[in-house]
């Protein structure tokens, strides 16, 4: 008989690291993901950056005490990479049982061997113990669509969905709790609320809403989940101005949060909801 743990695939032991390590970084090319969307890499029709939140980051201090900080890492859509997340996570577990001089000097390592992994510098933060009591949490504005009384039958991306109900042009911000999409690496679920603003002729909410619920047996990466949820809506749906941003669920001690808009819209706070 096969042993429980063996024939799970959670149950397979991972190697932690316990000495520094900026090699355990897996960068995975952007444009692995923008090529089957017929994105180009020059010329795309977003801009935008990846918000990540590391929450079990650690590190010793000179005299060997352990110090705990949040990271806060922002990445440009516009970077060579993404990088894979639990390669991330092991990395940054890889600093648990390693001395820095000062939080700075941490700091300095992080934007070093991320900014190298990404591709592109990145813009780091530490948010110390003496900040956690004033982090914030916020919830998405607008029109929720989740309460619509709607018949789904489809669980895979299906842009034909997309539809708009008349020519008049509306400036309307609309919100989802329901994206789900499956990592392609684990086939692990991950959840997500998706903010999406635009201005152009209305779009249909329940065509939308189905199309958000499509992903739910999706395997993608969130960065490559929400460029497709982007270019969908711009190629069906012909907004002059667009803006979509996926709060993802945390998991393994890593919340990744993609925005993508056209040239113009407001960047969104980077406030975390409840859910994260």
């Known amino acids: 008989m096969t042993e429980p743990t063996k024939a799970l695939p959670l149950g397979q032991i991972t190697a932690y690291p316990s000495q520094y390590d900026p090699g355990l970084l897996f960068p995975i090319p952007r444009q692995t993901g923008r090529a089957d969307l017929g994105l180009a890499q020059d010329g795309l029709p ?51 049982q390693t001395r820095f001089s000062s939080s700075q000097a941490l700091l300095e390592t992080l934007n070093k061997d991320l900014s190298a992994a990404f591709g592109n510098p990145v813009l780091l933060s530490l948010i110390e113990s003496t900040e956690f009591a004033v982090q914030q949490i916020t919830e998405p504005i607008g029109i929720c669509l989740d309460d619509q009384d709607v018949m789904i039958d489809c669980y895979t991306p299906d842009e034909s969905l997309l539809r708009n109900t008349s020519t008049e042009v509306v400036e309307q911000s609309v919100y989802s709790r329901l994206l789900k999409s499956n990592c392609p690496i684990t086939n692990q679920p991950d959840w997500a609320c998706v903010q999406i603003d635009y201005t152009g002729p209305q779009i249909d909410l329940s065509s939308l809403l189905k199309y958000i619920v499509s ?51 407001p960047a969104p706070s980077l406030h975390r909801s409840a859910r994260q």
């Open 46 to 96: 977003f801009n935008g950056w990846d918000l990540w939140n590391a929450y079990e980051l650690s590190w010793l201090s000179p005299t060997g005490l352990p110090r705990v900080a949040l990271l806060r890492a922002q990445i440009n859509a516009l970077s060579t990479n993404i990088i894979e997340s639990k390669s991330f996570k092991l990395y940054l577990n890889s600093l648990n």
């Open 215 to 265: 992903f739910r047996e999706h395997g993608g990466f969130h960065e490559h989940c929400v460029e497709r949820i982007f270019t969908d809506i711009m190629q069906r749906c012909k907004p002059t101005k667009l803006s979509v941003y996926a709060r993802y669920t945390r998991r393994g001690g890593l919340d990744i949060n993609p925005w993508r808009a056209t040239v113009g819209m």
